[in-house]
């Protein structure tokens, strides 16, 4: 024992250095016949390790890994590498002020009066364009790209990316909505949301002024205040330009009659004022105009004429 306590003595001195076994041994006076490694008796990865102990040495994987990175060149691996990444970043530079500087080109189409068409731009974009409107559609919908409204039109939007959409300044943006816009009027743009949700605003206000529309909103837009309102619309009229239906609850025959004014584009006017409150409760599908007058007057016993530029109801 005491010649072990020399061994661990005599060389805790010596720990910052390499050392030799044999010599160790040999100093100390020690054969290898007096030490057994016997597996069966001795767990020799325990020695090893109480040896190292007591030489106050220590297992430092890490440290020996340290010790061996300064000795390693990385330069092979890391200019190639460095050279694939920088070329990467260059080519998304690239690519994308390419993307915000090169002008956008449009096609447009435009409706004469009485006429209407249905535009499948992408297999999730449809848009119905009413009479006497138009649009531009870029050749390529880009981030930085927008469909361009004047006149009225319908459209259909559904799991696309972000959709944007400009009419009379107002900025529409969304993926999966569908949503009626009317810009026909000089100072007033109306916008009806049927599904989904809408998101809107006027440029010349904060970009912090946004609105968000959803399924049964409506959106007045009034020019010359800059005013944006919205409210809840029940009537589903204001589409039927492209579904051919005209639906009256419990409405009064003044606001049916304009409606379907509107819609068939032609003057009306109620010269009776006693029917002016009275309510009409029908559905009018694919029907002309001649036929639903022919209805409202038998159904309120009132003669229908005309003075060469309106129509008069007595």
């Not at 007591?54 to 994987?61: C, D, E, H, I, S």
């Not at 919205?230 to 049916?256: P, R």
């Amino acid at each position: 024992m005491e010649k072990h306590f020399k061994i661990f003595k005599t060389n805790k001195k010596n720990t910052d250095h390499d050392f030799n076994l044999d010599q160790i041994l040999q100093n100390s006076n020690i054969d290898y016949s007096e030490i057994s490694f016997d597996q069966e008796k001795t767990d020799i990865i325990k020695s090893y390790k109480t040896l190292n102990k007591k030489l106050g040495l220590r297992l430092n994987p890490i440290g020996n890994l340290k010790s061996i990175l300064p000795q390693i060149s990385f330069e092979p691996i890391l200019k190639p590498l460095y050279t694939i990444v920088l070329t990467c970043i260059i080519i998304f530079t690239i690519l994308t002020v390419k993307n915000y500087t090169t002008p956008v080109q449009y096609t447009e189409i435009s409706v004469d009066k009485g006429e209407k068409i249905t535009l499948h731009v992408t297999e999730n974009i449809t848009i119905y364009l009413n009479s006497e409107s138009s649009i531009k559609i870029p050749l390529e919908l880009k981030s930085n790209s927008k469909i361009i409204l004047e006149g009225e039109a319908y459209f259909e939007i559904s799991h696309n990316k972000k959709t944007t959409i400009e009419a009379e300044g107002i900025i529409f943006e969304s993926s999966d909505c569908n949503f009626n816009i009317n810009s026909k009027s000089k100072n007033e743009l109306i916008t009806h949301v049927k599904t989904g949700t809408l998101n809107l605003h006027n440029p010349k206000l904060p970009k912090s002024v946004k609105l968000a529309a959803s399924k049964g909103d409506k959106i007045s837009f009034y020019s010359k205040a800059d005013f944006i309102a919205v409210e809840k619309e029940n009537s589903t009229n204001y589409l039927a330009w492209h579904s051919g239906i005209l639906e009256f609850e419990n409405t009064s025959l003044y606001s049916a009659i304009n409606t379907i004014s509107e819609y068939f584009e032609v003057p009306i006017k109620i010269e009776n004022k006693e029917l002016l409150e009275d309510k009409l409760t029908a559905q009018f599908r694919n029907l002309e105009i001649d036929e639903i007058l022919d209805i409202i007057q038998s159904k309120f016993n009132c003669e229908i004429s005309g003075d060469g530029s309106k129509l008069i109801i007595n």
